[in-house]
T-cell receptor, first 115, second 111 residues
Framework: NAGVTQTPKFQVLKTGQSMTLQCAQD?????MYWYRQDPGMGLRLIYY???????DKGEVPNGYNVSRLNKREFSLRLESAAPSQTSVYFC??????????????FGPGTRLTVT | DAKTTQPPSMDCAEGRAANLPCNHS???????VYWYRQIHSQGPQYIIH???NNETNEMASLIITEDRKSSTLILPHATLRDTAVYYC????????????FGGGTRLMVKP
C-alpha cells in the first residue's frame, strides 16, 4: 500500500513552459486535492475533486488546470509556467466519510522551480 | 471554519510528554478539531481529530475542554523524530473537505 504518490519529485521549468504533475492514490479514496506551499507559509488549496468526475476551484486556481482521470489519479497542469508558481506542490486524498470525519493523506510533494 | 491560535514554537526534552495547546474560542457545534504535523520537507501527516470527547490513537492523545474552546495535543514520549510543525485546524466536515493550515507550532525535541 503506497498511499499517495507524486511524480516528479523535482522539476525545473523555464517561464512559459508547460508541465503536468501526476498524483495517484491506492486507498480507494473518493476526494483528492492539490495544494501549494510557498517557503515559510502554510498550504493553500489550488483545486480539489470531491468525487470521480468532478473538480472545483480552491483558493488559488489561476494558472492551473486539473483532471480527475479516474478514481485513483488526479493531475495538475501548468499551461504556461511563471516564476510565481515556484513552490512545493502537495497532492492529498481522503475517504470523505461524513460519519467519521475526513483525515487527509498527503503525498511527498513535487518541488517546482520556474526560472 | 473557526480560527485557531497556537504558540509559534515550543521545546520538549526527548522522552518527555509534549503538550501542544490550541485555542479555538469561536468554534461552533459541528466543527471538528484536527491535528496535522509537517516534518521538514515532507507532506503533512494526519495525527488525530475529535469533536467533543478526548481521543487517543497510536500517535497521540487529544484533550478537548468541556466548552470546546481549546484543546491540547499530547505526544506521550516525544522522540527526536517528532520535531515538526504542528497544525491545529478546526473545520466542518463537508464536501470538498478543504484544509486551511495556519502558522502552527514549531516543536523542537531536544536530546
Amino acid at each position: 500500500n503506497a498511499g499517495v504518490t507524486q511524480t516528479p519529485k523535482f522539476q525545473v521549468l523555464k517561464t512559459g513552459q508547460s508541465m503536468t504533475l501526476q498524483c495517484a492514490q491506492d486507498m480507494n479514496h473518493n476526494s483528492m486535492y492539490w495544494y501549494r506551499q510557498d517557503p515559510g507559509m502554510g498550504l493553500r488549496l489550488i483545486y480539489y475533486s470531491a468525487s470521480e468526475g468532478t473538480t472545483d476551484k480552491g483558493e488559488v486556481p489561476n494558472g492551473y488546470n486539473v483532471s480527475r482521470l479516474n478514481k485513483r489519479e488526479f493531475s495538475l497542469r501548468l499551461e504556461s509556467a511563471a516564476p510565481s508558481q515556484t513552490s512545493v506542490y502537495f497532492c492529498a486524498s481522503t475517504r470523505a466519510s461524513f460519519n467519521f470525519g475526513a483525515e487527509q493523506y498527503f503525498g511527498p510533494g513535487t518541488r517546482l522551480t520556474v526560472t | 471554519d473557526a480560527k485557531t491560535t497556537q504558540p509559534p514554537s515550543m521545546d520538549c526534552a526527548e522522552g518527555r510528554a509534549a503538550n501542544l495547546p490550541c485555542n479555538h474560542s469561536t468554534i461552533s457545534g459541528n466543527e471538528y478539531v484536527y491535528w496535522y504535523r509537517q516534518i521538514h520537507s515532507q507532506g503533512p501527516q494526519y495525527i488525530i481529530h475529535g469533536l467533543k470527547n478526548n481521543e487517543t490513537n497510536e500517535m497521540a492523545s487529544l484533550i478537548i475542554t468541556e466548552d470546546r474552546k481549546s484543546s491540547t495535543l499530547i505526544l506521550p514520549h516525544a522522540t527526536l523524530r517528532d520535531t515538526a510543525v504542528y497544525y491545529c485546524i478546526v473545520r466542518v466536515v463537508r464536501a470538498g473537505n478543504m484544509l486551511t493550515f495556519g502558522g502552527g507550532t514549531r516543536l523542537m525535541v531536544k536530546p
